[in-house]
């Protein structure tokens, strides 16, 4: 995921690309509780991707405040 891309796109969409991310997170923990997690590195970058949402979340709420 590119934050240009996240960029491109509305707070709606951010906020709904934010609620899959969180749970895909939850069902990857899940499955490393249990042993059936293969790709390790899927939880890294599902994390990553998250915390890039919110920066840009961020970034557009600023910058909205800054216009009033």
Same mark, same amino acid.
């Given at each position: 995921?590119? +934050?240009?891309? %996240? &960029?491109?796109?509305? =707070?709606?969409?951010?906020? /709904?690309?934010? *609620?899959?991310?969180?749970?895909? +997170?939850?069902? %990857? &923990?899940?499955?490393? =509780?249990?042993?059936?997690? /293969?790709?390790? *590195? ?20 600023? *910058? ?5």
């Amino acid at each position: 995921m590119n +934050a240009q891309e %996240l &960029r491109d796109k509305t =707070a709606d969409q951010l906020n /709904e690309e934010l *609620a899959s991310l969180k749970k895909e +997170a939850f069902n %990857l &923990r899940f499955q490393q =509780a249990t042993g059936q997690l /293969e790709n390790t *590195a899927r939880m890294r970058s599902v994390r990553r991707d998250a915390a890039r949402v919110k920066t840009i979340l961020n970034e557009k709420a600023k *910058a909205a405040a800054g216009d009033n």
